[in-house]
């Protein structure tokens, strides 16, 4: 290559000045000039300012042109929020940050997505075809998004480093209030599937974690007062079932006495295999503290009038009565008689009917009596 003296010092010569150029130390008039020639003033700044950034002497220290070393920059990918000024145009703030890249040197510029559209061409990264107009749109869009998506995510990070231990912290008062429960499991749902909670969700986390404080000591204090009456509670339930054993106790007592009081009192009643059965079932509902029924209730009272019968004190002025009473006075009925006389005269006292084969053997008994 540089085969003569004269060669190697062009050559030095050369470097020289693309050393100068890549730091952007060039005068300013050759700036001016490379811009010569465009259409307008906006255009021009453009170039101007885009020559100050680039590679603008080739190796051999020719100046290169506006479209040669604009094609040195590769759009790389977009950020969000760094608020800067476009590099190329001046523009401030720029909401989407492109960040374009010279591979060559390694060196980033960052410019607005106008100038990206306006002055850059982007190249597909799957296919590596140059994308059209509309294709750029589409691709900065979802650039822009992707970008501000991960912008979010890191301002959450930076704002919430403690995100995670108040959530456990917390867990427990927010799964006491539905709506706090909802907002915990949607932080932890969404730090999951996208790194930071919705927007809805971020305003009532603020919101939350702002009070959460002074909330739970109000929630624990409640805790401990439901909990007291919840013992209190207990303890007169607890009162109440002592009291009412021990009236259970003394009502079985006093039950049990009514019972062997009844057994006592009727004991030497002369019964058929009927009456007894019911003296006996009289006698265990008395024991459990049941009421009898109005058949039995009246069973009962026979029952007592049959113990009182042979005292003389029952009084009824009943014609069958007076016959039954007369015929067992004078002796004149046997044994299965005077049984059958004493249950007929207990249940005339006590207003009981008497069946028509009962009143039949009465009639008999009375024929009997007119004839002897
Ligand atoms: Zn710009």
């Given at each position: 290559?540089?085969?003569?003296?004269?060669?190697?010092?062009?050559?030095?010569?050369?470097?020289?000045?693309?050393?100068?150029?890549?730091?952007?130390?060039?005068?300013?008039?050759?700036?001016?000039?490379?811009?010569?020639?465009?259409?307008?003033?906006?255009?021009?700044?453009?170039?101007?300012?885009?020559?100050?950034?680039?590679?603008i002497?080739?190796?051999?220290?020719?100046?290169?042109?506006?479209?040669?070393?604009?094609?040195d920059?590769r759009?790389?990918?977009?950020?969000?929020?760094?608020?800067?000024?476009?590099?190329?145009?001046?523009?401030?703030p720029?909401?989407?940050?492109?960040?374009?890249?010279?591979?060559?040197?390694?060196?980033?510029?960052?410019?607005?997505?106008?100038?990206?559209h306006?002055?850059?061409?982007?190249?597909?990264?799957q296919?590596?075809?140059?994308?059209?107009?509309?294709?750029?749109?589409e691709?900065l869009?979802n650039?822009?998004?992707g970008?501000?998506?991960?912008?979010?995510?890191?301002?959450?990070?930076?704002?919430?480093?403690?995100?995670?231990?108040?959530?456990?912290?917390?867990?427990?008062?927010?799964?006491?209030?539905?709506?706090?429960?909802?907002?915990h499991?949607?932080i932890?749902?969404r730090?999951?599937?996208?790194?930071?909670?919705?927007?809805?969700?971020?305003?009532?986390?603020?919101?939350?974690?702002a009070t959460?404080?002074?909330?739970?000591?109000?929630w624990e204090?409640?805790?401990?007062?439901r909990?007291?009456?919840?013992?209190?509670?207990?303890?007169?339930?607890?009162?109440?079932?002592?009291?009412?054993?021990?009236?259970?106790?003394?009502?079985?007592?006093?039950?049990?006495?009514?019972?062997?009081?009844?057994?006592?009192?009727?004991?030497?009643?002369?019964?058929?295999?009927?009456?007894?059965?019911?003296?006996?079932k009289?006698?265990?509902?008395?024991?459990?503290?049941?009421?009898?029924?109005?058949?039995?209730?009246?069973?009962?009272?026979?029952?007592?009038?049959?113990?009182?019968?042979?005292?003389?004190?029952?009084?009824?002025?009943?014609?069958?009565?007076?016959?039954?009473?007369?015929?067992?006075?004078?002796?004149?009925?046997?044994?299965?008689?005077?049984?059958?006389?004493?249950?007929?005269?207990?249940?005339?006292?006590?207003?009981?009917?008497?069946?028509p084969?009962?009143?039949?053997?009465?009639?008999?008994?009375?024929?009997?009596?007119?004839?002897?």
């Amino acid at each position: 290559m540089a085969d003569t003296m004269f060669d190697r010092r062009l050559e030095r010569i050369a470097s020289s000045w693309k050393a100068k150029s890549d730091k952007g130390e060039m005068p300013n008039a050759l700036y001016d000039a490379i811009a010569e020639g465009s259409e307008g003033a906006y255009d021009k700044k453009v170039i101007r300012n885009l020559a100050r950034v680039s590679r603008i002497v080739d190796d051999i220290g020719e100046i290169r042109k506006f479209s040669d070393f604009k094609a040195d920059w590769r759009y790389s990918h977009s950020t969000f929020g760094l608020t800067d000024t476009c590099t190329i145009c001046g523009q401030s703030p720029i909401v989407e940050n492109c960040i374009l890249k010279d591979d060559a040197r390694g060196e980033e510029i960052v410019i607005g997505n106008k100038c990206v559209h306006r002055y850059m061409d982007i190249v597909d990264p799957q296919t590596g075809q140059a994308l059209n107009e509309q294709e750029k749109i589409e691709f900065l869009r979802n650039e822009k998004k992707g970008a501000k998506d991960e912008y979010t995510r890191q301002q959450w990070m930076n704002e919430h480093p403690h995100i995670f231990a108040q959530l456990s912290e917390f867990e427990e008062f927010m799964q006491s209030d539905p709506e706090l429960k909802r907002l915990h499991y949607s932080i932890s749902k969404r730090m999951v599937s996208h790194g930071c909670p919705g927007p809805k969700s971020r305003r009532q986390w603020s919101m939350f974690i702002a009070t959460a404080e002074a909330s739970r000591t109000k929630w624990e204090q409640g805790e401990v007062d439901r909990k007291r009456m919840m013992r209190v509670r207990a303890e007169r339930a607890e009162q109440k079932k002592r009291a009412f054993i021990a009236t259970l106790k003394h009502n079985r007592l006093a039950w049990h006495e009514a019972s062997e009081e009844w057994l006592e009192v009727t004991k030497d009643v002369q019964t058929n295999k009927w009456e007894r059965e019911t003296r006996l079932k009289v006698a265990r509902r008395l024991k459990n503290g049941q009421n009898l029924s109005e058949a039995l209730e009246r069973f009962k009272k026979e029952m007592l009038i049959r113990t009182r019968l042979d005292d003389g004190d029952v009084i009824c002025d009943d014609e069958d009565f007076m016959l039954l009473r007369r015929m067992l006075d004078n002796n004149r009925l046997n044994g299965w008689e005077q049984a059958f006389a004493r249950s007929i005269m207990g249940r005339i006292a006590a207003d009981s009917k008497v069946t028509p084969s009962q009143q039949e053997m009465v009639d008999r008994l009375r024929a009997r009596d007119r004839n002897e």
